[in-house]
């Protein structure tokens, strides 16, 4: 994992301004932000094509007519750069229509660069942001992972990260949107002030209108956003728990709570759709009448034809403008869930600070392990699952820990795995506080397989191997037949080469399990933990293995937890656990 992924600051999670949010969220993007202010520089480039584009038009237009001279008479901005025109090129039509041609060539250019680069933009954004959400949820602390729901988490990640990039996006469009719009009115204000100022007037009336429409697409996109992960939670339970919903006959259930949230989705969403629709047509016809009265006004105002024709077009090439802006803050204003959403998931996932110090680094093999005073809780009830916890387990031999279902077996297996962090007390390595010692250093000393194998997608090799990529196919073969699961896979149609989904339906619960050893044991561990990893075998299999086990393991550190009794007989040192006891005891 790079470091400049998890170095990144956790940012604000309360609900406010959708503007500030977004601009807040702007710091994860770094050299990216550079883009969005190219994209704003060529925009307001193509609004200088644009207003000069528009001068041209109308002097083309009274050349070809013969009327150079109302031009000349209009004064201001159009006559100056009408006089330099004919000074360079003369009064042709054809020779002002060329460089008009050209003009418009160069505004085309600049436009498809402006365009191509947007999609750029975008998708770098939505990238860095789907690499950063998923850096935040692989990097933060198992504890605070287990607590979101897998629905809302597969949401954020696979669709807001696309989304905050949309949100940006509407960010750049409104950046060019207002560079567009100041150089068109500065162009409107040279022209002419008089009607300069009536466009002002009637535009900020037309944004006050929209405006109201505005406000209710905020509170829109919190209930479609919460409707989409109420979708995707169903779809989860219908991946994840087919075979007990078929067990128990639930089909019908299933497909009508299914509908139920993908048609509060549907309307949710068309709700928004809809008001979002009013925008354009409702910004089209306030343009349109605001040209309207321009035209009726110039009469009044004194203003020659050239420059209401000027204007005209100037007011029409701005429009577009207005409406964009309109909808790109309504853009925006639809991804407020989805920014606060991302804000809420990088303030909540502060990744772990040690994830990247062991690069290169060793540690020596140690001699024991010694838990002190260890407390810990896994809710804020303020019931202790482990209440002043003192033990050592040596690193040699068996070291079994015992105890009843509940009583914290498993618990005292992710303290020492890093998966969770001690309430109090510490567990010392030879002395020196695990926590100080970097994580990947640690845990590339273990090993671990569990009663619950969590297979990965893709080939029985790739999950074997997930303990230890560049292991051999000698060695490969080594440990399966050590474990008693050669044969199983040798079985199989393509024996290693075997797709398994990550459920691993097709194998039985003692197949997992016996993969899972031998995921565990080709990472050739210092310590290797097993919890609970062969109660799906028959004794007399558990046996064997266990035998082959405890033979590879010679002069390192075999750590078993179990809460049957007859585990005892592979023990040197047995660690018991009594859950109606505040303090547990170590028995020689």
């Known amino acids: ?121 975008l998708n770098r954004l939505a990238e860095r942001m789907r690499d950063l959400l998923h850096a935040r949820l692989i990097c933060a602390p198992y504890r605070v992972v287990q607590k979101r729901d897998p629905a809302a988490l597969m949401h954020t990640l696979g669709t807001e990260s696309w989304n905050v990039g949309d949100a940006y996006l509407s960010v750049a469009r409104m950046g060019v949107d ?22 002002v007037a009637g535009g900020l009336a037309s944004l006050f209108l929209l405006r109201l429409v505005m406000r209710p697409v905020e509170r829109l996109s919190d209930a479609t956003l919460s409707a989409h992960q109420h979708m995707v939670q169903r779809m989860l339970v219908s991946l994840t728990g087919m075979r007990t919903l078929r067990l128990f006959a639930r089909e019908d259930d299933l497909l009508r709570r299914f509908g139920e949230a993908s048609r509060n989705l549907r309307t949710a969403a068309a709700r928004m759709e809809r008001l979002r629709a009013l925008s354009a047509p409702l910004s089209q016809v306030l343009g349109a009448g605001l040209l309207i009265l321009i035209a009726l ?93 003192n033990f050592t387990i040596p690193l040699s031999g068996c070291t079994l820990i015992q105890g009843p279902s509940g009583s914290g077996k498993t618990t005292v297996l992710n303290l020492l795995l890093r998966l969770y962090q001690p309430d109090s007390g510490r567990i010392l390595v030879d002395g020196v506080d695990l926590a100080s010692i970097p994580r990947q250093l640690w845990l590339r000393r273990l090993s671990v397989a569990g009663q619950d194998v969590e297979l990965i997608e893709g080939t029985v090799a790739e999950n074997i191997r997930f303990g230890r990529p560049d292991a051999s196919a000698e060695r490969l073969r080594e440990i399966c037949a050590a474990v008693e699961i050669l044969a199983d896979i040798e079985a199989l149609p393509q024996g290693f080469d075997t797709a398994i989904g990550a459920a691993g339906s097709s194998l039985s619960g003692g197949q997992r399990q016996r993969l899972g050893l031998a995921r565990a044991l080709i990472r050739d561990p210092e310590i290797l933990i097993l919890d609970e990893s062969m109660n799906a075998l028959e004794p007399e299999r558990e046996d064997r293995i266990h035998r082959r086990i405890r033979e590879m393991m010679a002069g390192r550190s075999l750590i078993v937890v179990s809460h049957r009794p007859e585990a005892r007989k592979w023990a040197d040192r047995i660690v018991s656990i009594e859950a109606p006891k505040d303090q547990p005891f170590a028995l020689a």
Not at 46 to 73: C, H, K, R, S, W
Not at 194 to 199: D, Q, R, T, V, Y
Not at 346 to 352: E, N
């Open 1 to 121: 994992m790079s470091a400049e992924a998890l170095s990144e600051p956790a940012l604000p999670s309360e609900r406010g301004s959708t503007l500030r949010a977004t601009f807040e969220l702007s710091k994860i993007f770094g050299r990216q932000r550079w883009l969005i202010l190219l994209v704003i520089l060529l925009g307001a480039a193509v609004a200088i094509a644009e207003t000069l584009g528009v001068g041209f038009a109308v002097m083309l237009l009274f050349a070809i007519l013969d009327q150079g001279e109302q031009i000349a008479a209009a004064g201001g901005m159009l006559a100056g750069l009408y006089a330099r025109l004919v000074a360079f090129v003369g009064n042709s039509p054809t020779v002002i229509g060329a460089v008009f041609f050209g003009l418009i060539l160069c505004q085309a250019g600049l436009t498809y660069a402006n365009q191509a680069l947007l999609g750029v933009v």
């Open 178 to 199: 207002l560079c567009a719009i100041s150089v068109l009115a500065t162009g409107m204000v040279l022209l002419s002030w008089k009607i300069a100022l009536l466009a």
């Open 297 to 389: 006004s110039a009469q009044w105002l004194d203003v020659t034809p050239p420059l209401v024709i000027a204007e005209a077009l100037l007011l029409l090439r701005l429009q577009p403008y207005l409406a964009e802006l309109l909808e790109s803050r309504m853009e925006l204003q639809a991804r407020s869930a989805s920014i606060h959403e991302v804000n809420a998931w990088l303030s909540a996932f502060a990744p772990l600070r040690d994830m990247a110090e062991a690069e290169g680094a060793d540690l020596a093999r140690g001699k024991e392990i010694r838990f002190e005073g260890l407390s810990f809780r896994h809710s804020e009830s303020g019931l202790a699952e482990l209440r002043g916890l």
